[in-house]
């Protein structure tokens, strides 16, 4: 049976493609930050189908274990990997700090390049498959969400680049662009929103975006789709005989990148305004 690494198994799209790919036969190695994450989700998944294992996409030393695992593991082969770890952060420019920027880039860009580049001999001794969960905000970028945004772009460039490195090794690469999806990410991002802190210099700018935020926030995550959505696309590009280079999940992300492709980028940026509430 095949055998997968998923990061960021401990919910949301993690744990939903977990839980399918289990169900499909594979054998699941589920990258989680907490060990009780990996024991509640082992669990609910088949009998002996899924292997928590303590992956932090920022932690060398982990990703060197995560490999060593590989490594013993039959013949030493990858079958996939899908990099899904990844958190937002959001807020004007000139307010985040530096640490936060990094923060955003240190796990949804570094922390899946980090990753890649340890398992790719694994990957390429099984003619495996790589999976980017990147975002429809890798496409469209929305005021005050430029970090996350951000690192989603860099994630597409990556993946578009790999695609053409990699080819000689037989293994593919493609990048799952999801809307919005029904997850924890945004309840954790409203967290950050909520202890915003706008300093009084720039209170006339920015005063009221922290509840605008939160606003868009709590109604994105309200009309989202479920993951286990995410996680059928995840398993139909892994077993399709050739794999896609992108999916675009939901209706929303169509719409939005049918409107940026579209509209000239100063009737964009009026809507975008709007939605948010400027």
Aim: hydrophobic share 45%; aromatic share 4%.
């Amino acid at each position: 049976m095949p055998t997968v690494l998923i990061t960021g198994a401990s919910t949301g799209i993690g744990r939903a493609t977990a839980l399918r790919l289990a169900g499909s036969g594979w054998t699941v190695l589920a990258g989680v930050r907490r060990a009780e994450d990996g024991v509640a989700l082992a669990a609910d998944a088949p009998a002996g189908r899924v292997s928590p294992l303590q992956l932090d996409v920022t932690d060398s030393a982990q990703i060197a274990a995560a490999v060593q695992e590989i490594a013993q593991r039959d013949a030493g082969g990858l079958d996939a990997l899908v990099n899904n770890a990844g958190i937002g952060v959001g807020g004007p420019l000139e307010v985040l700090t530096d640490e936060e920027w990094r923060h955003q880039f240190d796990v949804n860009f570094f922390g899946q390049i980090a990753v890649t580049r340890a398992l790719l001999p694994a990957l390429r001794s099984a003619h495996g498959r790589i999976v980017f969960i990147s975002s429809i905000g890798g496409k469209v970028a929305m005021g005050f969400n430029g970090p996350y945004a951000a690192s989603k772009h860099a994630i597409e460039a990556v993946g578009d680049a790999l695609r053409v490195e990699l080819y000689r090794s037989g293994v593919q690469v493609a990048l799952v662009e999801p809307g919005s999806i029904a997850t924890p990410i945004w309840e954790k991002t409203r967290g950050v929103a909520d202890q915003m802190r706008i300093p009084p210099e720039l209170q006339a700018q920015y005063g009221d975006i922290p509840e605008k935020m939160d606003k868009v926030l709590q109604d994105t995550a309200n009309r989202g789709m479920p993951p286990e959505a995410v996680a059928e696309a995840i398993e139909k590009a892994l077993t399709a005989q050739r794999m896609p280079s992108r999916v675009l999940i939901g209706r929303d992300a169509r719409v939005m990148l049918a409107a940026k492709r579209l509209l000239p980028d100063r009737l964009f940026d009026r809507i975008v305004r709007g939605r948010i509430g400027l």
